[in-house]
């Protein structure tokens, strides 16, 4: 919108002369009025002919100027504004020019001169004409560098010409000019696109007129119009013909860069983007710039071309048709360092992963070329992975800006972008644990694929931590590498939006469209990308426009199905001859000197594929993406095979307790049923007894004491789903005001973070995977609200959590709370499903493993995950601080209670947290049965909360002499020898695995084998439990009720079994 505050005169289109005199630096944009009268018309704004939402704001300006000088605008103004405060009805207080007066009951003034509205008008229609290319110029940008044609989303013919997209969708944005982004073909005809031919600019100005938009015709071509504070694109001058301003505009937003930003609602946020596209010469680079840029786009080429030379029947997934995207994220990290950023963190597909490990990451091409020979022999334990899949960590100074930078590409499986959120929550541990709170020291860079950008739910879910407190990772800069096509999909197929990017708008991140056979409109991009993010700290995402040159794979035949596009890619100029040929034209390099570069990288690939021959061995830990130095020996090996007591002494226990039982901060008025809690902590304090809250608290307060973070994350964790936990309190009376008591046990502990997290899974486990990644000395948590919910971050557990450090040498030591247990709350809310969990265990059901001194601590090695499900608060107290004093990191899968969080008989003693004390896998019989082993009839093995419905049962039933109750705390890795000795104790007894869940379901699947392995297969390991069933639970509370009679009556009945003999 125009901001004038000058008279009519200074609005007349200027001559040119007149133009080069009045010429000058332009005057800052005005701030917002804070003061001054607010005008109310008596006028409705209909009533005046000249009077609209688009003219709204420049009246605003005439007014304010005018109650400062009256003289100080034209005289037509003047009648006007003097009329409407004069209180003229509805329509009298406009006065034509021709005829101008005051309204009859004001005193009349002297007439104006003619045409003023036609004046105002036309500036106005100049300030809408710059703002539509703002807002749609980039539907117009030349962005496909093949230039076929646009896509046709509504079935009208496809055309071939420019004029046929759209505004932003006039940029020259696609190589290939078929997978233009807009969803019609239509041009938005408040758009001029033109050439520089005058002729060119006249036609679409006649068209527009026709068209009955603006009014401006071809003699308005040569006036001279005063440009608004909203654009930069008069440079020093602050007026320009009406020719040179669409030239301008053209030139900003139509050529082979497209800047959707207008959505941004943020007024300096806009302004900082205008004055980077817009003001004139911006995009100049240095001799120097240019010959940079022109080796990486060598080593980029030649990099792919060195592979299929080699390997040419080996799936890489190339980067051919994008070879711009290394010198792009070397400008980002080359500005980024200048900014100050000492670690930069990356997350990508497979697609030119290869090539980025080698010339950005600058991983050891031997290293590379070793992973296509298929003779050698993995040296680490674990399957490995593919090569496109691999992670690397590296530490480096950066050439440009001659600092220390450190590098780390996350590994990542074949699901895309499933690496999103985990490269967020490293980078936020990172920038935790060095104390950057604004994120200027560590960033993040995510790179993409176009169909994946906008088909993977986790890319939204991703971008709405980004600016959440506990998640914000302050500003990330995404790369789509938008080859125009997903495997075999086109876009018309793939999305519902116009660009790929769309998603990104819901974050107020502006994104910058360009064609990536420009390799110096990509990196002018990336830079501006760069400098956002250093600015505001806030998302951006560039678009790299490009094609893909071969299939989805080496392998692949694309020709099946994108005919058309692949004739025109195999016609297609690779963008490296391109720019060459251009840097050689205007005389920026010579033919030798370029020649000289493409020798020099292939003498290295040639050096380091012959150094690559004398490997022997393939060591997947040369390509771990998180080590932590220290941790572990030199060869990655713990540094002892033994767990010390978890136990904690008694004053300690008193201590925390006394911590979780209060509150820490003077003058704070908590909630009065949260004042009955803490009494009711006290209380339980004073007779050294723990609830399942208390327990947990006294866990998290030891080891916050001893200096280890504690991050608990996930939906409602500060209060807890079931209203036990209350780590942050509330402030009754004062909005905002929280107290975290456990940031209270000791003057020099660790920092703990309690965190509700977005209504998101599969997001936020991701992103705390990827922050346990960063550190093994804490201790990261996650808990799903109900454990069924854990299902929808299904990807993060099959592809990260229980594998992860079989594929990439990457142990983890996170921990899932997973509310569990059949309750009669319907099938939403009952299991955790443990038969998942436990059927991706590695242990073998089939041999008895050779026990030893230290047999529980190698078990814990050997396993790829621990899975728990513990009876009483000790257990989970112990269990909790042995995650973090094993010398070693593996996932903990816990199946957490909901009513034993209240159960009387679900507490312990201090006694059982003393040190000495420790974890117990299987909590044998110690009641009356105990006492005469060889009477007891049967031994019923179990988990969790059932135990304490089968001591109520047994007890009832006066049977606690003949059946024993062992609980197994440890599932996986599984207790053989623990196991093995109560079935021995017990020897004269069947034995019973009782569970509350389906047979289909729970642990049955899993125990019985194990169970029948330690015992030698002597007797059957008979079924006590609910049947086969598809829902993990019944909806009915009476037939839960009934299903839990039946298990009962199974369990204890001593001849239930007989019939099946």
């Not at 109650?67 to 409407?84: G, Q």
């Not at 008069?234 to 900003?252: V, W």
């Not at 029947?313 to 010198?327: M, N, Y």
């Not at 486990?765 to 996650?782: H, K, Q, T, Y």
Request: aromatic share 8%; glycine share 6%; charged share 25%.
């Amino acid at each position: 919108m125009l901001r004038l505050r000058t008279c009519a005169a200074r609005l007349r289109p200027l001559g040119a002369s007149q133009a080069a005199r009045t010429a000058g630096p332009r005057r800052p944009a005005a701030g917002a009025m804070t003061s001054g009268p607010v005008r109310c018309y008596a006028a409705p704004v209909a009533s005046e002919p000249f009077l609209n939402g688009t003219s709204s704001n420049y009246v605003e300006e005439m007014y304010f100027a005018w109650l400062e000088n009256p003289k100080s605008v034209h005289k037509s103004w003047d009648v006007f504004f003097r009329n409407a405060n004069a209180g003229a009805p509805p329509g009298a207080a406009y006065q034509s020019p021709l005829g101008l007066s005051v309204a009859p009951q004001l005193s009349s003034l002297v007439g104006a001169r003619p045409n003023v509205e036609k004046l105002v008008e036309d500036h106005l229609a100049v300030q809408s004409l710059i703002r539509a290319y703002q807002v749609m110029g980039h539907h117009n940008a030349h962005l496909d560098p093949l230039g076929i044609s646009c896509v046709n989303f509504d079935d009208a013919p496809v055309n071939s010409g420019f004029q046929d997209i759209r505004g932003h969708q006039v940029a020259q944005l696609d190589p290939l000019g078929i997978m233009d982004a807009d969803l019609d073909s239509c041009v938005p005809t408040d758009i001029i696109t033109s050439s520089d031919k005058l002729d060119a600019v006249k036609d679409r100005l006649t068209l527009l007129t026709v068209g009955g938009f603006y009014g401006l015709d071809e003699s308005d071509l040569e006036k001279v119009f005063r440009l608004p504070t909203t654009t930069f694109i008069g440079g020093s001058e602050s007026a320009l013909p009406l020719k040179e301003i669409i030239r301008r505009l053209e030139m900003a937003y139509c050529q082979h860069i497209g800047v959707e930003f207008m959505f941004i609602n943020d007024l300096e946020q806009c302004q900082w983007i205008r004055q980077k596209f817009e003001t004139p010469g911006v995009m100049q680079f240095s001799l120097e710039e240019k010959r940079t840029l022109l080796a990486r786009m060598v080593r980029s080429t030649r990099f792919e071309e060195f592979l299929q030379k080699k390997w040419s029947a080996e799936k890489r997934f190339g980067l051919e048709g994008c070879e711009s995207l290394i010198p792009a994220l070397k400008t980002i990290i080359d500005m980024s360092s200048g900014s100050g950023v000492e670690y930069v963190i990356m997350g990508m597909p497979h697609r030119g992963r290869l090539n980025v490990l080698a010339n950005v990451i600058r991983k050891e091409l031997e290293q590379i070329f070793c992973q296509f020979d298929s003779k050698l022999e993995a040296a680490d334990e674990g399957s490995g992975d593919v090569k496109y899949h691999l992670g690397m960590y590296h530490r480096r100074i950066n050439r440009v800006t001659d600092r220390n930078i450190t590098l780390s590409l996350v590994a990542n499986p074949s699901h895309l972008e499933a690496a999103d959120p985990v490269v967020q929550g490293k980078t936020k541990a990172e920038q935790f644990y060095c104390g950057d709170d604004d994120g200027n020291r560590v960033m993040s860079i995510l790179i993409h694929g176009d169909a994946a950008f906008a088909g993977q739910g986790i890319v939204y879910e991703t971008f709405h931590l980004s600016d959440l407190p506990s998640y914000t990772t302050h500003g990330t800069v995404h790369v789509v590498v938008n080859n125009q096509i997903g495997f075999t999909t086109d876009p018309r197929m793939a999305r519902s939006s116009p660009y790929p990017t769309d998603v990104a708008r819901v974050v107020n991140a502006p994104i910058f469209h360009v064609n990536a056979d420009d390799p110096e409109a990509v990196i002018y991009v990336c830079k501006v990308a760069a400098e956002w993010r250093a600015t505001f700290h806030k998302d951006v995402v560039v678009d790299l426009v490009c094609y893909r040159r071969m299939g989805h794979n080496e392998m692949d035949e694309p020709m099946f199905t994108q005919p058309l596009m692949y004739k025109q890619i195999k016609k297609q100029k690779p963008v490296l001859l391109k720019y060459a040929e251009k840097l050689i034209a205007d005389g920026s390099v010579t033919r030798q000197e370029y020649e000289e570069e493409i020798a020099k990288y292939d003498k290295i690939c040639e050096e380091a594929h012959a150094r690559s021959k004398d490997e022997k061995i393939l060591h997947i830990k040369h390509w771990l993406d998180s080590p932590w130095p220290g941790f572990f020996t030199l060869d990655g090996q713990p540094k002892s095979m033994s767990c010390p007591s978890t136990g904690l002494t008694e004053e300690n226990l008193n201590h925390i307790g006394q911590v979780a039982s209060s509150v820490p901060v003077e003058d704070f008025t908590i909630h009065g049923g949260l004042s009955r809690i803490l009494k009711g902590r006290a209380a339980m304090v004073g007779q050294r007894t723990v609830d399942w809250a208390l327990g947990e608290y006294m866990a998290f307060g030891s080891l916050l004491k001893e200096g280890i973070h504690v991050r608990l994350s996930g939906q409602d964790v500060e209060r807890g789903t079931f209203s036990h936990r209350h780590h942050v309190l509330h402030d009754q009376n004062v909005d905002k005001r929280i107290c975290i008591p456990m940031n209270h046990v000791a003057p020099d502990q660790a920092p703990y973070t309690v965190c509700n997290s977005s209504l998101s899974e599969y997001g936020v486990l991701g992103f705390e995977l990827g922050f346990a990644m960063a550190s093994p000395n804490a201790l990261i948590l996650w808990e799903a609200q109900f454990g069924d919910f854990h299902n929808t971050a299904q990807c993060i557990i099959d592809q990260f959590i229980c594998p992860g450090q079989a594929k990439w040498v990457r142990q983890n030591g996170i921990v899932l709370l997973l509310p569990h247990g059949m309750e009669g709350m319907g099938p939403e809310h009952s299991s955790a499903r443990p038969e998942r969990f436990l059927q991706m265990c590695n242990d073998d059901p089939d041999i008895m493993p050779t026990l030893s001194d230290d047999f529980a601590v190698r078990q814990l090695y050997d396993c790829n995950w621990i899975v728990v499900n513990c009876s009483n608060p000790a257990n989970y107290f112990h269990v909790i601080r042995r995650q973090i004093l094993l010398p070693f990191r593996k996932p903990l899968i816990v199946f957490t209670p909901k009513s034993l969080l209240r159960h009387p008989e679900a507490r312990s003693s201090f006694d059982e947290m003393l040190p000495g004390s420790e974890f117990k896998r299987l909590i044998p019989e110690e009641g009356v049965a105990a006492q005469r082993p060889e009477e007891v009839k049967r031994l019923i093995f179990c988990t969790g909360k059932v135990y304490y419905e089968l001591t109520k049962e047994r007890k009832n039933r006066d049977m606690e002499a003949t059946v024993a109750i062992a609980r197994i705390e440890q599932l996986s890795p599984f207790p053989f020898d623990q196991v093995e000795a109560e079935s021995k104790r017990f020897a004269n007894a069947d034995l019973v695995w009782c569970q509350e869940e389906h047979k289909n379901q729970g642990y049955y699947d899993y125990v019985k084998p194990r169970i029948r392995t330690t015992i030698q297969r002597a007797k059957p390991v008979w079924y006590a439990g609910r049947g086969p069933a598809a829902a993990p639970a019944t909806g009915n509370k009476n037939t839960h009720l009934l299903e839990l009679r039946r298990l009962l009556d199974s369990a204890f009945g001593l001849d239930a079994f007989q019939d099946q003999q």
